[in-house]
């Protein structure tokens, strides 16, 4: 079952990073919102335009691709690491992650690659507090190593910032996988100090000043081809 959240999990030590987390927890604590990030108030409904890159097509999961959502999900690589997900997503677990959409606080979206129209990978935008969003994604086996991770997540977080001008992106991140863990750098994240609201996890906000500057994200990001769990593969 979906439960109340939806996460990214990034890799290495946040104890021993060389990035300042000082500034950008202090810059949350005078904007007012870090308590209400971390307390996760709801809020209005959210809604992205199609999205297109270099290599994808991005939209809301729509009921057709129920069986290609759960042939991408049902992966123990995935469902270990994701923990919203059952040990075996079925069918039924597809179709409720697909009908998420309608509560408009949770939206995920298909990363499509526009060549073949297959599914690579999903992306989720949760909304977590009256002033944030949080995104998550998983990539599937097949379409690991390629980039694909870089390019959605980016060109979602990037669609979310214009939307949404006025709410911090974050996401939840898990000291453990490497992969992860640069992806969410190098496209702008950066470590506030404070732990999520899930065990084990660190929350991370994403700075503009920090993102890679440029049209197409995947062209402007040096992807890392190291191991890693499926939701920061690339």
């Known amino acids: 079952m979906i439960r109340d959240g939806l996460f990214v999990y990034a890799d290495t030590d946040l104890r021993r990073s060389p990035l300042s987390q000082g500034p950008r927890r202090a810059h949350l604590e005078a904007m007012g919102i870090l308590s209400r990030i971390l307390r996760g108030t709801r809020w209005e409904r959210l809604a992205l335009p199609v999205i297109e890159t270099e290599r994808l097509a991005i939209a809301p999961l729509h009921p057709d691709m129920v069986e290609e959502v759960r042939g991408l999900t049902d992966d123990p690589a995935i469902t270990n690491s994701v923990d919203f997900l059952p040990e075996h997503f079925s069918l039924a677990d597809a179709r409720g992650l697909i009908r998420a959409a309608a509560t408009g606080r949770d939206v995920f979206l298909g990363l499509v690659e526009r060549e073949d129209r297959s599914l690579v990978g999903i992306v989720g ?7 944030a969003i949080e995104i998550g994604y998983w990539v599937g086996g097949a379409a690991r190593g390629r980039g694909y991770g870089a390019e959605g997540v980016g060109a979602v977080v990037r669609a979310l910032a214009e939307a949404y001008p006025r709410r911090a ?3 939840e991140c898990r ?3 490497v992969a992860s863990w640069q992806l969410l750098h ?3 994240f950066r470590p506030t100090g404070d732990g999520g609201k899930r065990p084990g996890r660190q929350l991370m906000v994403w700075d503009i000043r920090d993102a890679p500057q440029g049209r197409s ?3 402007s990001i040096a992807t890392s081809r190291a ?4 939701d920061g593969a690339l």
């Not at 191991?227 to 499926?230: D, E, F, I, K, S």
């Open 125 to 131: 935008a949760h909304l977590r507090a009256l002033e």
């Open 169 to 171: 992106i974050v996401a």
């Open 175 to 177: 000291p453990e996988n």
């Open 186 to 188: 190098k496209l702008g």
């Open 217 to 219: 994200t995947a062209s």
């Open 227 to 230: 191991a890693a769990r499926p």
